[in-house]
């Protein structure tokens, strides 16, 4: 038996070969991150309401409390989640390190909240909330009587007539 020698007439750069290279594997973990990982055109896009949205979110993050991810928990159950768009959820967080913790588990966030809802295309969104004044920490028995008395001005009224006294 004798081989068959080939030969080429273009040099190509090319060499087929029945192996996977480094960059296929890279490029293709990138196209399916991008894409989600699986072909969704196919599958249900259910429309949910914010009720719906707010129950299986508030589930997800006692699941999250349960394991022991009590940072993500707080910062997903402090504020309801928002329906912008036709099946785009936004969150607001308090800062960026709440963020992060929360996208290292976003991709179990959202395949939870697809299979819950029944909604393939739904996307989820953080942003820091610009609301200061929901983040202040009132300390003390005047601080806190202050606070209320700015947004209902007829307790200074109140605590002059009955000459009451704040500090406790």
């Not at 719906?52 to 589930?59: A, D, E, R, S, Y």
């Not at 504020?79 to 036709?86: L, M, N, Q, S």
Request: aromatic share 8%.
């Amino acid at each position: 038996m004798k081989k068959e020698i080939k030969s080429m007439e273009k040099i190509s750069g090319e060499v087929q070969t029945n192996l996977l290279s480094i960059k296929e594997l890279t490029t293709k973990k990138v196209e399916d991150t991008i894409e989600g990982g699986t072909n969704n055109a196919n599958r249900p896009k259910t429309p949910f309401s914010t009720d719906q949205l707010k129950m299986f979110w508030k589930k997800f993050a006692f699941k999250m409390k349960e394991e022991g991810n009590d940072t993500i928990y707080l910062a997903m159950i402090k504020r309801d989640p928002k329906i912008i768009g036709e099946f785009h959820v936004n969150h607001e967080v308090d800062n960026q390190v709440q963020i992060d913790y929360i996208q290292t588990h976003i991709s179990e966030l959202i395949e939870y909240l697809r299979e819950s809802l029944k909604n393939w295309a739904i996307s989820v969104d953080f942003a820091i909330s610009e609301n200061l004044e929901e983040n202040v920490k009132h300390q003390t028995g005047k601080d806190r009587f202050n606070a209320l008395a700015r947004k209902n001005p007829n307790l200074f009224t109140l605590q002059k007539t009955f000459n009451l006294d704040v500090e406790y």
